[in-house]
């Protein structure tokens, strides 16, 4: 489990500061100020749960057998596809409409880092 969630909080950070670059450098001139927030606070939460991700694979490594870890990560890597690709979709689209599933995404975030917090209080010492 550490090393699938080590790889993709890698290739995710990867992407991160791919994304950030491609809207620094290729998306100024096409997408309005508001737009470019939009992206940017994809690429910031985006990179941020990368990290957070990347917390759960070492933790992961310590205590292959915690459940608990396992679902703190899937959900930190699905609050990241759907909360920050909803953002980056919306931003490159102008489909409004997705800005009703980047809540879902964020609620992932949220459960992510309360079951990470219920892992440290039962099972780390």
Do not use: C
């Not at 890698?10 to 998306?27: D, I, K, N, T, W």
């Amino acid at each position: 489990m550490h090393k699938r969630f080590l790889i993709s909080a890698s290739l995710a950070a990867f992407l991160a500061v791919a994304l950030g670059a491609f809207a620094a450098h290729g998306l100024r001139s096409r997408l309005d100020e508001h737009m470019m927030e939009v992206f940017q606070t994809g690429v910031r939460y985006h990179f941020f749960h990368a990290i957070g991700l990347s917390l759960i694979a070492l933790l992961a490594k310590q205590y292959p057998d915690s459940a608990t870890l396992g679902w703190a990560g899937w959900l930190m890597l699905v609050g990241i596809l759907v909360f920050s690709g909803s953002l980056y979709l919306l931003a490159l689209t102008g489909l409004t409409w997705l800005g009703m599933i980047t809540p879902l995404g964020g609620l992932s975030f949220l459960v992510s880092w309360l079951i990470l917090a219920v892992f440290a209080y039962r099972e780390a010492n």
